[in-house]
């Protein structure tokens, strides 16, 4: 539990691009099938073959997926680099007032015994 709370401590444009990323990379996941499927149907109906066609396959592929996928690591990157940049926070209030009070204290006390 402990690290999800350090995880959502970070900068919001840092979230959201990391949000972005991860959707990005499920729609790159989403267009490779569906070229998959419309490959596949072309194969079935005899108008492509994999062997010879090879080429044209890969290309298509390429062209419908792999720029979702640049940019979901651009998005990841730009988080990184922004998390990085962010100046570090304290996440623990020190109240010097109380410590200094207290200190004061022992030292009142200790004096007092080496009068006595």
């Known amino acids: 539990m402990k690290k999800i709370r ?5 900068p919001v444009f840092t979230l959201v691009c990391y949000v972005l990323a991860i959707l990005l ?8 099938k569906n070229s998959y499927d419309y490959i596949s149907l072309l194969v079935i109906q005899g108008n492509v073959s994999w062997m010879t066609d090879i080429k044209d396959i890969f290309s ?16 990841m990157f730009f988080g990184k680099v922004i ?15 109380e410590e200094n009070e207290l200190v004061k ?12």
């Open 60 to 75: 298509y592929f390429v062209d419908n997926s792999v720029s979702y996928l640049f940019y979901a690591f651009s998005f």
């Open 83 to 97: 998390n990085i940049l962010k100046p570090k926070q304290i996440k623990e209030k020190i109240e010097i007032n």
């Open 25 to 32: 990379l499920g729609y790159t996941l989403f267009m490779v």
């Open 105 to 116: 204290e022992i030292i009142e006390v200790d004096e007092d015994l080496v009068e006595a």
């Open 6 to 10: 350090i995880w959502f401590n970070k």
